[in-house]
Protein backbone atom coordinates (compact mmCIF):
# COMPACT_ATOMS: atom_id res chain seq x y z
CA UNK A 1 0.00 0.00 0.00
CA UNK A 2 1.37 3.40 -1.04
CA UNK A 3 2.36 6.22 1.51
CA UNK A 4 0.01 8.47 -0.22
CA UNK A 5 -3.05 6.25 0.39
CA UNK A 6 -5.43 7.91 2.68
CA UNK A 7 -5.15 7.29 6.37
CA UNK A 8 -8.89 6.26 6.54
CA UNK A 9 -8.78 3.58 4.12
CA UNK A 10 -5.73 1.42 6.63
CA UNK A 11 -8.53 1.89 9.88
CA UNK A 12 -10.68 -0.53 9.74
CA UNK A 13 -14.20 0.06 11.32
CA UNK A 14 -13.31 -1.57 14.79
CA UNK A 15 -10.23 0.75 14.98
CA UNK A 16 -12.64 3.72 14.32
CA UNK A 17 -15.15 2.48 16.87
CA UNK A 18 -12.16 2.13 19.59
CA UNK A 19 -11.04 5.40 18.65
CA UNK A 20 -14.45 7.01 19.34
CA UNK A 21 -14.82 5.72 22.62
CA UNK A 22 -11.05 6.72 23.58
CA UNK A 23 -12.50 10.06 22.97
CA UNK A 24 -13.98 12.01 26.43
CA UNK A 25 -17.56 11.63 26.71
CA UNK A 26 -18.27 15.26 27.44
CA UNK A 27 -16.98 15.75 23.86
CA UNK A 28 -18.86 12.49 22.28
CA UNK A 29 -21.68 14.02 23.64
CA UNK A 30 -21.36 17.96 22.30
CA UNK A 31 -19.60 16.98 19.18
CA UNK A 32 -23.38 14.34 18.55
CA UNK A 33 -24.99 16.97 19.76
CA UNK A 34 -24.08 20.53 19.95
CA UNK A 35 -27.43 22.03 21.43
CA UNK A 36 -25.87 20.27 25.00
CA UNK A 37 -23.71 23.44 25.20
CA UNK A 38 -26.71 25.33 25.92
CA UNK A 39 -27.65 23.15 29.06
CA UNK A 40 -23.96 23.12 30.54
CA UNK A 41 -23.11 25.85 33.09
CA UNK A 42 -20.11 28.19 33.01
CA UNK A 43 -17.34 26.15 34.77
CA UNK A 44 -18.25 23.12 32.56
CA UNK A 45 -18.06 25.10 29.43
CA UNK A 46 -14.56 26.20 30.17
CA UNK A 47 -13.88 21.95 31.51
CA UNK A 48 -14.73 21.47 27.84
CA UNK A 49 -12.84 24.11 26.50
CA UNK A 50 -9.84 23.20 28.12
CA UNK A 51 -10.71 19.19 27.05
CA UNK A 52 -11.15 19.74 23.73
CA UNK A 53 -7.25 21.59 23.76
CA UNK A 54 -5.68 19.00 25.07
CA UNK A 55 -7.45 16.23 22.22
CA UNK A 56 -6.51 18.98 19.46
CA UNK A 57 -2.77 18.90 21.38
CA UNK A 58 -3.10 14.81 21.29
CA UNK A 59 -3.91 14.65 17.26
CA UNK A 60 -1.13 17.32 17.01
CA UNK A 61 1.06 15.20 18.28
CA UNK A 62 0.25 12.40 16.15
CA UNK A 63 0.38 14.76 13.28
CA UNK A 64 3.83 15.61 13.73
CA UNK A 65 4.63 11.97 13.81
CA UNK A 66 3.19 11.29 10.60
CA UNK A 67 4.92 14.52 8.64
CA UNK A 68 8.05 13.22 10.31
CA UNK A 69 7.63 9.49 8.90
CA UNK A 70 7.51 11.24 5.99
CA UNK A 71 10.43 13.36 5.85
CA UNK A 72 12.56 10.60 6.18
CA UNK A 73 10.77 8.50 3.56
CA UNK A 74 11.56 11.65 1.11
CA UNK A 75 14.94 11.43 2.61
CA UNK A 76 14.35 15.30 4.32
CA UNK A 77 14.07 16.55 1.30
CA UNK A 78 12.95 19.94 1.02
CA UNK A 79 9.75 19.07 -1.37
CA UNK A 80 8.20 17.45 1.94
CA UNK A 81 7.25 21.16 2.86
CA UNK A 82 5.59 21.12 -0.57
CA UNK A 83 3.99 18.09 0.00
CA UNK A 84 2.61 18.78 3.09
CA UNK A 85 1.47 22.37 2.18
CA UNK A 86 -0.47 20.69 -0.21
CA UNK A 87 -2.24 18.10 1.73
CA UNK A 88 -2.96 20.72 4.64
CA UNK A 89 -3.90 23.50 2.38
CA UNK A 90 -1.18 25.84 4.07
CA UNK A 91 1.63 28.21 2.23
CA UNK A 92 5.21 26.43 1.98
CA UNK A 93 6.55 28.75 4.42
CA UNK A 94 4.23 27.62 6.89
CA UNK A 95 4.48 23.42 5.73
CA UNK A 96 8.64 24.24 6.07
CA UNK A 97 8.21 25.62 9.81
CA UNK A 98 6.13 22.30 10.52
CA UNK A 99 8.37 19.96 9.12
CA UNK A 100 11.20 21.40 10.92
CA UNK A 101 9.10 21.16 13.92
CA UNK A 102 8.22 17.71 13.42
CA UNK A 103 11.59 16.80 12.86
CA UNK A 104 13.50 18.14 15.95
CA UNK A 105 10.38 17.03 18.35
CA UNK A 106 10.93 13.51 17.14
CA UNK A 107 14.94 13.47 16.98
CA UNK A 108 16.05 16.36 19.88
CA UNK A 109 12.73 16.92 21.71
CA UNK A 110 10.86 13.87 23.09
CA UNK A 111 9.76 14.97 25.98
CA UNK A 112 8.08 17.86 24.05
CA UNK A 113 6.64 15.70 22.03
CA UNK A 114 5.33 13.32 24.82
CA UNK A 115 3.85 16.35 26.63
CA UNK A 116 1.65 16.96 23.21
CA UNK A 117 0.67 13.26 23.39
CA UNK A 118 -0.31 13.58 27.26
CA UNK A 119 -2.41 16.85 26.11
CA UNK A 120 -0.26 19.13 27.96
CA UNK A 121 0.92 20.76 25.20
CA UNK A 122 -0.33 22.02 21.82
CA UNK A 123 1.77 22.71 18.25
CA UNK A 124 1.84 26.88 18.86
CA UNK A 125 3.51 26.54 22.09
CA UNK A 126 5.75 23.12 21.36
CA UNK A 127 7.02 25.37 18.31
CA UNK A 128 8.19 28.33 20.77
CA UNK A 129 10.91 25.41 22.52
CA UNK A 130 11.50 23.88 18.87
CA UNK A 131 12.84 27.36 17.25
CA UNK A 132 14.43 28.90 20.48
CA UNK A 133 16.78 25.42 20.55
CA UNK A 134 16.99 24.86 17.06
CA UNK A 135 20.51 26.39 17.20
CA UNK A 136 21.98 24.05 19.82
CA UNK A 137 23.84 20.76 19.51
CA UNK A 138 22.32 17.58 20.15
CA UNK A 139 24.03 17.33 23.77
CA UNK A 140 22.50 20.75 24.88
CA UNK A 141 19.19 20.21 23.34
CA UNK A 142 18.83 17.17 25.69
CA UNK A 143 19.40 19.03 28.68
CA UNK A 144 16.87 21.60 27.77
CA UNK A 145 14.31 19.07 26.85
CA UNK A 146 14.64 17.76 30.41
CA UNK A 147 14.43 20.71 32.15
CA UNK A 148 11.75 22.22 30.53
CA UNK A 149 9.34 19.03 31.19
CA UNK A 150 7.87 20.31 34.20
CA UNK A 151 8.04 23.85 33.36
CA UNK A 152 5.62 24.74 29.93
CA UNK A 153 2.25 22.38 30.94
CA UNK A 154 0.18 25.49 32.10
CA UNK A 155 1.96 28.24 30.44
CA UNK A 156 1.45 30.52 27.28
CA UNK A 157 3.50 30.85 24.40
CA UNK A 158 5.04 33.91 25.68
CA UNK A 159 6.34 32.08 28.93
CA UNK A 160 7.12 29.21 27.31
CA UNK A 161 9.40 31.31 24.60
CA UNK A 162 11.19 32.67 27.92
CA UNK A 163 11.31 29.21 29.44
CA UNK A 164 12.85 27.39 26.63
CA UNK A 165 15.30 30.50 26.04
CA UNK A 166 16.61 30.68 29.14
CA UNK A 167 17.42 27.11 29.43
CA UNK A 168 18.99 27.31 25.92
CA UNK A 169 21.13 30.32 27.14
CA UNK A 170 21.92 28.54 30.47
CA UNK A 171 22.77 25.16 28.45
CA UNK A 172 25.39 27.08 26.29
CA UNK A 173 26.57 30.97 27.32
CA UNK A 174 29.12 31.15 24.92
CA UNK A 175 26.99 29.46 21.99
CA UNK A 176 23.87 32.35 23.49
CA UNK A 177 26.45 35.20 23.21
CA UNK A 178 27.86 34.24 19.51
CA UNK A 179 24.45 34.03 18.40
CA UNK A 180 23.51 37.35 19.35
CA UNK A 181 26.69 38.53 18.17
CA UNK A 182 25.37 37.22 14.44
CA UNK A 183 22.21 38.42 14.59
CA UNK A 184 23.24 42.32 15.26
CA UNK A 185 25.28 41.63 12.16
CA UNK A 186 22.28 41.14 10.25
CA UNK A 187 20.48 44.06 11.42
CA UNK A 188 18.44 45.86 8.75
CA UNK A 189 16.51 48.61 8.11
CA UNK A 190 13.51 47.17 5.66
CA UNK A 191 10.71 48.56 3.52
CA UNK A 192 7.77 46.99 2.52
CA UNK A 193 5.32 48.98 0.09
CA UNK A 194 1.82 47.46 0.28
CA UNK A 195 -1.68 47.70 -1.39
CA UNK A 196 -3.64 50.80 -0.70
CA UNK A 197 -0.49 53.09 -0.81
CA UNK A 198 0.56 52.15 2.78
CA UNK A 199 4.23 50.75 3.63
CA UNK A 200 5.42 48.55 6.09
CA UNK A 201 8.92 50.06 7.51
CA UNK A 202 10.56 47.58 10.03
CA UNK A 203 13.68 47.65 11.58
CA UNK A 204 15.29 44.36 11.92
CA UNK A 205 17.55 42.57 14.50
CA UNK A 206 18.26 45.93 16.44
CA UNK A 207 19.82 45.62 19.98
CA UNK A 208 16.90 45.12 22.30
CA UNK A 209 17.81 47.22 24.93
CA UNK A 210 17.98 50.48 22.50
CA UNK A 211 15.13 49.04 20.73
CA UNK A 212 13.09 48.44 23.95
CA UNK A 213 14.39 51.98 25.42
CA UNK A 214 13.25 53.35 21.43
CA UNK A 215 9.70 52.00 22.37
CA UNK A 216 9.31 53.42 25.58
CA UNK A 217 10.17 57.19 24.46
CA UNK A 218 7.60 56.82 21.39
CA UNK A 219 5.22 55.18 23.59
CA UNK A 220 5.80 58.28 26.16
CA UNK A 221 5.46 60.71 23.64
CA UNK A 222 2.29 59.14 22.20
CA UNK A 223 0.55 58.84 26.01
CA UNK A 224 0.89 62.61 26.29
CA UNK A 225 -0.28 63.89 22.52
CA UNK A 226 -3.69 61.48 23.81
CA UNK A 227 -5.48 64.53 24.86
CA UNK A 228 -9.18 64.49 25.52
CA UNK A 229 -9.71 66.30 22.22
CA UNK A 230 -7.47 64.18 20.24
CA UNK A 231 -8.99 61.68 18.15
CA UNK A 232 -6.39 59.71 16.66
CA UNK A 233 -5.74 56.09 18.71
CA UNK A 234 -2.56 55.08 20.50
CA UNK A 235 -1.18 52.96 17.67
CA UNK A 236 -1.94 55.77 15.26
CA UNK A 237 -0.02 58.03 17.51
CA UNK A 238 2.70 55.91 18.00
CA UNK A 239 3.78 55.41 14.17
CA UNK A 240 3.08 59.41 13.86
CA UNK A 241 5.65 60.38 16.64
CA UNK A 242 7.93 57.47 15.45
CA UNK A 243 7.78 59.27 11.90
CA UNK A 244 8.40 62.90 12.86
CA UNK A 245 11.19 61.41 14.81
CA UNK A 246 12.42 59.66 11.71
CA UNK A 247 12.01 62.89 9.45
CA UNK A 248 13.07 65.54 11.59
CA UNK A 249 14.56 64.44 14.85
CA UNK A 250 11.44 65.97 16.87
CA UNK A 251 8.15 64.52 17.66
CA UNK A 252 8.22 63.70 21.62
CA UNK A 253 10.09 65.00 24.82
CA UNK A 254 13.64 64.08 24.88
CA UNK A 255 12.75 62.96 27.95
CA UNK A 256 15.05 59.81 29.43
CA UNK A 257 13.48 56.60 29.34
CA UNK A 258 13.87 53.26 31.30
CA UNK A 259 14.47 49.86 30.63
CA UNK A 260 15.18 47.50 33.35
CA UNK A 261 17.59 44.91 33.23
CA UNK A 262 17.76 41.88 36.22
CA UNK A 263 21.08 40.59 36.34
CA UNK A 264 22.77 38.53 39.68
CA UNK A 265 25.84 40.14 40.83
CA UNK A 266 27.79 36.93 40.04
CA UNK A 267 26.78 37.50 36.59
CA UNK A 268 27.49 40.96 36.66
CA UNK A 269 31.47 40.33 37.88
CA UNK A 270 31.27 37.46 35.33
CA UNK A 271 31.70 34.78 37.70
CA UNK A 272 29.32 33.10 35.77
CA UNK A 273 27.47 33.15 32.69
CA UNK A 274 23.46 32.57 34.06
CA UNK A 275 21.13 34.77 31.69
CA UNK A 276 20.07 37.86 32.76
CA UNK A 277 16.05 39.23 32.65
CA UNK A 278 15.18 42.19 29.81
CA UNK A 279 11.35 43.26 31.85
CA UNK A 280 8.76 42.69 28.98
CA UNK A 281 11.54 40.72 27.10
CA UNK A 282 12.24 37.92 28.79
CA UNK A 283 16.26 35.91 28.85
CA UNK A 284 19.39 37.65 27.37
CA UNK A 285 22.73 36.45 26.98
CA UNK A 286 25.10 37.33 29.67
CA UNK A 287 27.61 38.98 27.84
CA UNK A 288 24.97 41.18 26.30
CA UNK A 289 23.60 42.06 29.72
CA UNK A 290 27.07 43.24 30.71
CA UNK A 291 27.39 44.74 27.71
CA UNK A 292 24.18 46.79 27.74
CA UNK A 293 25.48 47.35 31.90
CA UNK A 294 28.65 49.09 30.75
CA UNK A 295 26.96 51.62 28.30
CA UNK A 296 26.76 55.40 28.90
CA UNK A 297 24.22 56.65 31.29
CA UNK A 298 23.35 53.32 32.56
CA UNK A 299 22.27 53.66 36.17
CA UNK A 300 22.66 51.16 38.96
CA UNK A 301 20.33 49.90 41.86
CA UNK A 302 21.39 47.38 44.06
CA UNK A 303 18.60 45.49 44.55
CA UNK A 304 18.26 42.71 47.68
CA UNK A 305 16.40 39.22 47.68
CA UNK A 306 15.31 36.51 49.99
CA UNK A 307 17.54 33.67 49.90
CA UNK A 308 14.95 31.64 49.83
CA UNK A 309 12.72 32.69 47.50
CA UNK A 310 14.59 35.00 45.31
CA UNK A 311 11.52 38.06 46.02
CA UNK A 312 12.81 41.43 46.58
CA UNK A 313 13.16 42.81 50.24
CA UNK A 314 14.99 46.40 50.07
CA UNK A 315 16.22 48.38 47.08
CA UNK A 316 18.80 50.99 47.17
CA UNK A 317 19.93 53.61 47.59
CA UNK A 318 18.20 53.30 50.96
CA UNK A 319 20.09 50.47 53.16
CA UNK A 320 16.84 50.36 55.19
CA UNK A 321 13.67 48.15 54.04
CA UNK A 322 11.20 50.53 51.99
CA UNK A 323 7.76 51.96 52.50
CA UNK A 324 5.91 48.23 50.57
CA UNK A 325 4.01 50.85 48.86
CA UNK A 326 6.85 52.59 47.20
CA UNK A 327 6.29 53.09 43.81
CA UNK A 328 9.24 52.23 42.12
CA UNK A 329 9.90 49.26 44.85
CA UNK A 330 6.80 47.74 43.59
CA UNK A 331 7.97 48.24 39.73
CA UNK A 332 10.62 46.28 40.87
CA UNK A 333 9.81 43.54 42.91
CA UNK A 334 6.84 43.00 40.42
CA UNK A 335 8.90 43.14 37.17
CA UNK A 336 6.00 42.70 34.87
CA UNK A 337 2.40 43.23 34.73
CA UNK A 338 0.63 40.81 37.92
CA UNK A 339 -1.88 39.61 35.69
CA UNK A 340 -0.93 35.84 35.06
CA UNK A 341 0.09 35.60 32.01
CA UNK A 342 1.15 39.39 30.98
CA UNK A 343 4.25 39.97 30.03
CA UNK A 344 3.74 44.01 30.03
CA UNK A 345 6.78 45.72 31.49
CA UNK A 346 6.09 47.02 34.98
CA UNK A 347 7.16 50.43 34.24
CA UNK A 348 4.53 50.16 31.84
CA UNK A 349 1.80 49.92 34.13
CA UNK A 350 -0.09 51.11 36.82
CA UNK A 351 0.34 50.64 40.45
CA UNK A 352 -3.04 49.76 41.32
CA UNK A 353 -4.42 49.44 44.77
CA UNK A 354 -5.57 45.70 45.45
CA UNK A 355 -7.85 44.08 47.55
CA UNK A 356 -5.54 42.78 50.77
CA UNK A 357 -6.60 38.92 51.91
CA UNK A 358 -8.14 38.96 55.15
CA UNK A 359 -8.70 42.39 55.49
CA UNK A 360 -11.69 41.81 57.69
CA UNK A 361 -14.58 44.47 58.37
CA UNK A 362 -12.29 47.42 57.23
CA UNK A 363 -11.07 46.77 53.92
CA UNK A 364 -7.01 46.91 53.25
CA UNK A 365 -5.44 46.95 50.01
CA UNK A 366 -1.91 46.66 48.72
CA UNK A 367 -0.08 48.08 45.53
CA UNK A 368 0.55 45.76 42.36
CA UNK A 369 1.24 46.56 39.06
CA UNK A 370 -1.20 45.71 36.72
CA UNK A 371 -1.62 47.50 32.51
CA UNK A 372 -4.46 49.44 31.78
CA UNK A 373 -6.33 46.26 29.94
CA UNK A 374 -6.01 44.27 33.21
CA UNK A 375 -7.19 47.49 35.62
CA UNK A 376 -10.43 47.37 33.26
CA UNK A 377 -10.47 43.30 34.18
CA UNK A 378 -10.29 44.02 37.77
CA UNK A 379 -13.45 46.06 37.62
CA UNK A 380 -15.88 43.54 35.58
CA UNK A 381 -18.28 41.42 37.16
CA UNK A 382 -17.33 38.17 38.31
CA UNK A 383 -14.09 38.71 38.57
CA UNK A 384 -11.76 38.87 41.96
CA UNK A 385 -8.55 40.25 42.38
CA UNK A 386 -6.57 39.51 46.19
CA UNK A 387 -3.39 40.23 47.60
CA UNK A 388 -1.61 38.67 50.35
CA UNK A 389 1.27 40.11 52.78
CA UNK A 390 3.94 38.54 50.59
CA UNK A 391 2.46 39.99 47.01
CA UNK A 392 1.20 37.09 46.49
CA UNK A 393 -1.73 37.70 44.06
CA UNK A 394 -4.62 35.63 43.84
CA UNK A 395 -7.18 36.17 40.69
CA UNK A 396 -10.27 34.57 40.18
CA UNK A 397 -12.93 33.93 37.28
CA UNK A 398 -16.34 34.03 37.21
CA UNK A 399 -16.10 30.18 36.30
CA UNK A 400 -14.38 30.36 40.13
CA UNK A 401 -11.05 28.87 38.63
CA UNK A 402 -8.32 30.76 40.58
CA UNK A 403 -4.65 31.66 39.19
CA UNK A 404 -2.03 32.30 41.96
CA UNK A 405 1.11 33.95 41.05
CA UNK A 406 4.04 34.90 43.45
CA UNK A 407 6.14 38.03 42.94
CA UNK A 408 8.51 36.90 40.35
CA UNK A 409 12.12 35.60 41.72
CA UNK A 410 15.30 37.46 41.00
CA UNK A 411 17.54 34.28 40.93
CA UNK A 412 15.97 32.62 37.98
CA UNK A 413 16.49 29.10 38.82
CA UNK A 414 14.08 29.37 41.64
CA UNK A 415 11.52 31.44 39.34
CA UNK A 416 8.19 29.76 40.27
CA UNK A 417 5.59 29.13 37.59
CA UNK A 418 1.42 30.56 38.39
CA UNK A 419 -0.50 27.99 39.59
CA UNK A 420 -4.15 27.05 38.92
CA UNK A 421 -6.85 25.56 40.78
CA UNK A 422 -10.63 25.56 41.29
CA UNK A 423 -12.17 27.40 44.18
CA UNK A 424 -14.72 25.34 45.98
CA UNK A 425 -18.20 26.76 45.68
CA UNK A 426 -19.96 28.62 48.72
Not at 133 to 162: F, H, I, K
Not at 227 to 237: A, I, N, S, V, Y
Not at 399 to 424: D, I, Q, Y
Request: aromatic share 4%.
Amino acid sequence: MSPSQPLHKLNSATDSQHADDAFPLVLRLVRANPDTLQHMKDDQVVDLIRDTDAEISKLQALQLRAIADLSVRRRRAPSTASEVALALSITEHRASAIVSAANALIARLPRMLNLMDDGRLDLYRAMKVTDATAWLSGDYVRVVDEALEERVPGRNATQVRRAAAYAAAKADPQGAASRTEQKLMERRFSLHHQDAAVTHLSINNAPTERATAAYARIDQAARALKTPGETRTLDQLRADVAMDLLLSGTGGPTARTEVFLHVDLATYLSLNDLPATLAGRGPIAASVARRIISGPGTTLRRVLTDPRTGQVVELSPTHYPLDPAHDEFIRVRDQECRQPGCTRPAQSCGIEPTQASGGGEVVAYQPVTFCSRHRKLKDQPGWNYEVAPDGTVKVATPTGRVRTTTPPSMHPTRRRASRSHKKPRT
